[in-house]
């Protein structure tokens, strides 16, 4: 069966400092891979989403990147982070067509 | 995506069946019906998806009527674990259509 990994659970990091979020898929090829980002008591934002190795789409301007080094790999990234990064982030994969998309336990993390 | 209206809450006995509703009136011929719940500070979690025809899996079934402008999601025997945000979604997907738009949702509270 498929599983989603993602960590780390609960960050804390500086104004300023740079950020690195892991997402890795397995029991599946060539999945699409999505980042969301939560904020407290609202609805989910997506950010990201890949079709494939080294293809990346955004869905908003911000501060932060996505990279798809290997098929189920997939990376979320800051250089300098701001306050407004703050929030639940959660990545999630789908088989093509109209197959669900499926959510990892997300990374709750918070810029002091 | 197509805009879909909830109840914003609803209570329901544990043991007794829960039947959540959802309208989607202007709902495409492509667009299908999605449902996920999310428990507090948890990843949404995927329950069931439908185009037109009524589906039923280990977690709930789903009733499209036949007009699809709505649907409801029955969870049959329903337990403390099953209180949660639900939100019913729907999306195109796989036509270029990545997102998916997760409104405020039902929050539902199983009381034993």
């Known amino acids: 069966s498929q599983t989603i990994h993602q960590w780390p659970a609960t960050l804390v990091q500086p104004v300023g400092s740079p950020l690195s979020l892991e997402c890795t898929v397995e029991?599946?090829?060539?999945?699409?891979l999505y980042w969301y980002r939560q904020a407290a008591g609202r609805g989910l934002q997506l950010l990201f989403y890949?079709?494939?190795?080294?293809?990346i789409s955004s869905e908003v301007p911000q501060n932060l990147s996505a990279s798809r080094p290997q098929d189920r790999q997939f990376i979320l990234s800051s250089k300098k982070l701001l306050l407004s990064d703050s929030g639940f982030y959660l990545c999630?994969?789908?088989?093509?067509?109209?197959?669900?998309?499926?959510f990892g336990d997300g990374t709750r993390l918070s810029i002091l | 995506d197509a805009k879909t209206t909830q109840p914003p809450s609803m209570d329901c006995a544990e043991g007794r069946a829960a039947n959540l509703p959802c309208n989607h009136s202007?709902?495409?011929?492509?667009?299908?019906v999605y449902w996920y719940r999310q428990i507090h500070s948890q990843g949404p979690q995927y329950i069931i998806h439908?185009?037109?025809n009524n589906e039923t899996n280990e977690m709930a079934s789903l009733i499209i009527t036949e007009d699809r402008k709505s649907s409801t999601l029955i969870l049959p025997h329903a337990t403390l674990r099953d209180t949660a945000v639900y939100y019913c979604?729907?999306?195109?997907?796989?036509?270029?259509?990545?997102?998916?738009?997760f409104g405020a949702g039902t929050t539902v509270t199983v009381r034993a």
């Open positions: 999630a994969w789908s088989g093509q067509g109209h197959q669900p998309q499926h």
């Open positions: 029991g599946t090829s060539n999945p699409n």
């Open positions: 890949s079709v494939g190795i080294g293809q």
């Open positions: 202007t709902i495409s011929g492509n667009e299908y």
């Open positions: 439908g185009l037109k």
């Open positions: 979604i729907v999306s195109a997907r796989g036509n270029n259509d990545y997102k998916l738009s």
